[in-house]
């Protein structure tokens, strides 16, 4: 019923910038709040960043200060913007979403994931 589409990973040097975007698109009625994900090989998949209707956001300990999120609610988008970045940034980065769709299902969505390298 509701679908996220990432996009904007790629490779990019240590220092670099780059900015994710996750389009939610579907029966939606409200979004209640989305975020960011990463996970690593190896690793279990953790929280980067999550915004809440209403604009409250909060942010991994790792990240605080180097990456942003932000939405556009008209156009269902999530963006993460990522600065000075790190080789231990390198993951493949999920989007989620809390959303009420038809019939005021509550449900959690993930996108398919968007690889972001950095280069030492």
């Known amino acids: 019923q509701v679908q996220l589409v990432e996009s904007g990973g790629r490779l990019v040097q240590a220092g670099g910038s780059l900015r994710l975007s996750c389009v939610a698109s579907?029966?939606?009625?409200?979004?209640?709040?989305m975020g960011w994900y990463r996970q690593a090989p190896g690793d279990e998949r953790e929280l980067v960043a999550a915004i809440r209707r209403g604009g409250s956001a909060n942010y991994a300990d790792s990240v605080k200060g180097r990456f942003t999120i932000s939405t556009d609610g008209a156009k269902n988008t999530v963006y993460l913007q990522m600065n000075s970045l790190k080789p231990e940034d390198t993951a493949v980065y999920y989007c989620?979403?809390?959303?009420?769709?038809?019939?005021?299902?509550?449900?959690?969505?993930w996108g398919q994931g968007t690889q972001v390298t950095v280069s030492s």
């Open positions: 579907g029966r939606i009625i409200r979004i209640n709040a």
């Open positions: 989620n979403a809390d959303v009420n769709s038809a019939g005021w299902t509550r449900s959690d969505y």
